[in-house]
DNA sequence: ATTGACGTTGACGTAAACGTCAAGTTATTG
DNA sequence: CAATAACTTGACGTTTACGTCAACGTCAAT
């Protein structure tokens, strides 16, 4: 099986990101891809990272904030504490997470009724 | 009817920031108070506008696009093109937070896959 | 009249998340 | 072998959203 792997600008293509903001990541802490020489080689597995951290983002987490998810999910296999500092961790992002969508719910039920009225000023045509 | 207003702590108390805060949203164009010689004074108006950029700010709106939705709202009664544009912008909100929702039920989801399998890890005692 | 709470305007500082050079290294290809 | 493309580190710049003084005004209460 021949491990794919990938260079740093075909992540940055695949996923719509500079070069600059992959290494950046590394420097945070939140990738370690091995090194050929100086250049750096990605993996499969940095590359479901990468995937991870920008979903996270997309969802309002700090790249602090999923460095210490990271961080968690690696050690928590092993000792107790940490799986359950790892749920706490969760559960009050899960929390958070419920509140924003319930904010989204709200405005995007306003928005419908300001363009509906904003589409009956104009003389309704459709969208 | 006598008019309720607000100073600028009592205001910052109940949202919960500070009067920087308020101030500098005052700077960037998103409130404007009447005042009392020097001292700011909130009406209702101002304390929904208040409301409605805290809010902004939770589903992710930077305060410059809070900014452009206030003055597109404020001019839109009039003009035929502002109304058009305004509608414009609203929908492709309305896409971007519809995403950020799906974004939100898939990590919802994975959360709650992790955990009850850390919770399984531990025993199976309920959270 | 002074103390204290509350308010004001600058001006500068800060953290996060990169962007933007600069200056050098390695690899390959015509 | 020289040019070009792709990569490297390092340092400094930038934007957003405030925090943090400093220095001063004002008003009610003691």
Same mark, same amino acid.
Request: proline letters at 2%.
């Given at each position: ?6 260079? @740093? *600008? ?19 802490? =939140? ?9 750096? @080689? ?29 961080? =968690?999910?690696?050690?928590? *296999? ?14 009050? !992002? ?9 904010? @989204? ?18 003389? !309704?045509?459709? *969208?």
């Amino acid at each position: 099986m021949a491990e794919h792997t990938f260079s @740093i *600008s075909e992540l940055a293509r695949e996923f719509d990101v500079t070069t600059r903001t992959i290494r950046f990541y590394e420097d945070q802490g =939140l990738l370690e891809p091995q090194r050929a020489g100086q250049r750096r @080689i990605y993996s499969r597995r940095d590359r479901v990272r990468l995937m991870l951290i920008l979903r996270g983002k997309r969802i309002g987490l700090s790249l602090l904030e999923i460095r210490e998810l990271f961080d =968690l999910y690696d050690a928590a *296999s092993n000792d107790e504490p940490q799986l359950r500092e790892f749920i706490r961790i969760l559960s009050r !992002k899960e929390q958070q997470l419920q509140e924003q969508l319930d904010d @989204i719910r709200v405005v995007l039920g306003e928005i419908g009724q300001i363009r509906s009225q904003c589409e009956k000023a104009l003389g !309704k045509q459709a *969208s």
